[in-house]
């Protein structure tokens, strides 16, 4: 039985656990795209604390939704959370770019669609333990998967000056990168920068107060995404997603920087048979270039970043800088010789 998508909001209401539950982004949009109420198999490559795969699986009782994520903090109270959904929804330990591995572990062939909503969530910003936040004093850690060995804090007080202000820059887009470095490396000469407050406090006394913005937003962005190396594996689950959506299946990806959506951008119009070469690979829109590997093998959705309401911002500023694209994959042309 369907339900309306204008009465599925309440479902990631309903996920909202006691003062702390990431509250999801988008999810009119993200139901608009993905289109659950026909059924099928979805995969939330991203699943969190379930708020996305919670409005899915509310979409249709023939929705099964495979949540995947590597936060083990995150996946429990997802799975705490949907369990009244049975058999339906699977949480899964790992990462989005094991998905071929995971899906095949669980004998499924192709799916429906998927989701990645990209970055950091609200559990792991309100836990100070965890190390994401400037704004509370905690470990310098920022590892999304605690099981993993590199944090925030060994690269802080052991990269070169050179490599952490290349870090700060390239994935920050922090102006102020090499005073910022210089000013770590000054710091940790004396004792190591073990807690965020010492670090933002640091970033705080080179920068200087940026209106609204706090001035260490940018250097924390780019040690978590250092740290997790969350922008070398995006371009890899564009093709890998693509591979395992059936025709007609949907790919939505929700990111909340300009890198994250610069990348997601340049892979759905490569994927879209849009050529990236100069001059342009001069085939016909079936072939794909050897050069940069574009392939007519999906159809772009979205011209444009889909962005929240002012309504949803209001009650959520998370979603504000949030960008959601989305792309369905083509049914592969027969031609007559074959």
């Known amino acids: 039985m369907q339900q309306p998508l204008h009465n599925l909001a309440f479902e990631s209401a309903s996920i909202m656990a006691q003062g702390q539950i990431h509250q999801p982004v988008l999810v009119r949009e993200v139901l608009t795209f993905l289109a659950p109420e026909r059924g099928g198999i979805f995969v939330d490559c991203t699943v969190?604390?379930?708020?996305?795969?919670?409005?899915?699986?509310?979409?249709?009782d023939q929705v099964q939704v495979i949540g995947v994520d590597r936060d083990k903090t995150a996946l429990a109270v997802a799975r705490e959370r949907l369990g009244h959904y049975g058999q339906r929804f699977r949480a899964i330990h790992g990462h989005f770019k094991e998905l071929s591995r995971i899906l095949e572990a669980l004998g499924v062939t192709t799916v429906d669609g998927i989701l990645a909503d990209l970055g950091v969530s609200s559990l792991q910003l309100e836990d100070p333990r965890r190390g994401f936040s400037f704004q509370r004093e905690g470990p310098l850690d920022m590892r999304m998967d605690q099981g993993q060995e590199l944090t925030a804090a060994d690269l802080v007080n052991t990269l070169p000056e050179a490599e952490l202000a290349d870090i700060l820059y390239r994935y920050g887009e922090?102006?102020?990168?090499?005073?910022?470095?210089?000013?770590?490396?000054?710091?940790?000469?004396?004792?190591?920068?073990?807690?965020?407050?010492?670090?933002?406090?640091?970033?705080?006394?080179?920068?200087?107060?940026?209106?609204?913005?706090?001035?260490a937003t940018r250097t924390f962005q780019a040690l978590r995404i250092a740290v997790n190396e969350e922008l070398q594996d995006l371009e890899t689950l564009v093709t890998v997603a693509i591979d395992w959506l059936k025709p007609g299946g949907r790919l939505v990806i929700i990111s909340f920087h300009s890198l994250e959506d610069r990348l997601v951008k340049q892979a759905f119009r490569r994927h879209a048979g849009r050529c990236q070469c100069f001059p342009p690979w001069p085939s016909p829109a079936e072939a794909r270039c050897p050069r940069c590997g574009a392939e007519h093998r999906v159809d772009i959705l979205t011209p444009k970043p889909v962005r929240p309401s002012q309504a949803e911002v209001a009650t959520n500023p998370r979603a504000r800088s949030a960008r959601l694209r989305a792309c369905q994959k083509r049914t592969p042309t027969v031609r007559e010789n074959d």
Request: aromatic content about 0%.
């Open 174 to 215: 922090e102006r102020a990168a090499r005073r910022i470095a210089r000013a770590i490396v000054k710091a940790r000469q004396k004792r190591p920068i073990e807690t965020t407050t010492e670090l933002a406090e640091i970033v705080r006394r080179v920068v200087g107060r940026r209106g609204r913005i706090h001035p």
């Open 48 to 60: 969190g604390a379930g708020g996305h795969a919670g409005a899915i699986l509310a979409a249709s």
